[in-house]
T-cell receptor, first 114, second 113 residues
Framework: AQSVAQPEDQVNVAEGNPLTVKCTYS??????LFWYVQYPNRGLQFLLK??????LVKGSYGFEAEFNKSQTSFHLKKPSALVSDSALYFC????????????FGKGTTLSVSS | EPEVTQTPSHQVTQMGQEVILRCVPI?????FYWYRQILGQKVEFLVS????????KSEIFDDQFSVERPDGSNFTLKIRSTKLEDSAMYFC???????????FGEGSRLTVL
């Protein structure tokens, strides 16, 4: 069965500094990997995905993520954080060879201070 | 931009009552999902639905839960006899194909008293 780990409950960065939100995954087959963001009392919004191809994927709002197969990781990054990036971030995985479920990590709260 | 819509946005019910949460997925999407989130915490998979039948379900999705696509547009989640621990935000999502991203609705908050 697939699973996702987000080891940090909270990440704190200063505005203008680079940010990283960590994610590792476990699947039997090839992974489809996703990042979503959730603002208070809202649904989940898609940021970016890795399906195949280039290991570095770029997404919405200047975010990017790097797929690392050997480390089974898919960390979310942004070169310069904004206060408006403060939100709850979820990493998710689907096993390309098995099942239809997208399984989410427990989420990481990003707090960007001015 | 097409979106997933959910109703009601908030429902309060008494323990033991039946609840139906409704969703209208994006019209050309093929796979439909229900997730729940308790108190802004982890987003938990409940069930996926494809070709008018359940394709996958989690251990949370027990006999108290059922899903239906009664008319080709709506996608409903029924909780037969609600318990206090069913209080959560329930999200509906849909997807065109399995390599695509899920589109989520804004959620239905269920409060069981």
């Amino acid at each position: 069965a697939q699973s996702v780990a987000q080891p940090e409950d909270q990440v704190n960065v200063a505005e203008g500094n680079p940010l990283t939100v960590k994610c590792t995954y476990s699947v039997s087959g090839n992974p489809y990997l996703f990042w979503y963001v959730q603002y208070p009392n809202r649904g989940l919004q898609f940021l970016l995905k890795y399906i195949t191809g280039d290991n570095l994927v770029k997404g919405s709002y200047g975010f990017e993520a790097e797929f690392n197969k050997s480390q089974t990781s898919f960390h979310l990054k942004k070169p310069s954080a904004l206060v408006s990036d403060s939100a709850l971030y979820f990493c998710a995985v689907r096993d390309a060879q098995a099942g239809t479920a997208l399984i989410f990590g427990k989420g990481t709260t990003l707090s960007v201070s001015s | 931009e097409p979106e997933v819509t959910q109703t009601p946005s908030h429902q309060v019910t008494q323990m033991g009552q039946e609840v139906i949460l409704r969703c209208v997925p994006i019209s050309n999407h093929l796979y439909f999902y229900w997730y729940r989130q308790i108190l802004g915490q982890k987003v938990e998979f409940l069930v996926s639905f494809y070709n008018n039948e359940i394709s996958e379900k989690s251990e949370i999705f027990d006999d108290q839960f059922s899903v239906e696509r009664p008319d080709g547009s709506n996608f409903t989640l029924k909780i037969r006899s609600t318990k206090l621990e069913d209080s959560a935000m329930y999200f509906c999502a849909s997807i065109l194909g399995l390599s695509g991203e899920l589109f989520f609705g804004e959620g239905s908050r269920l409060t069981v008293l």
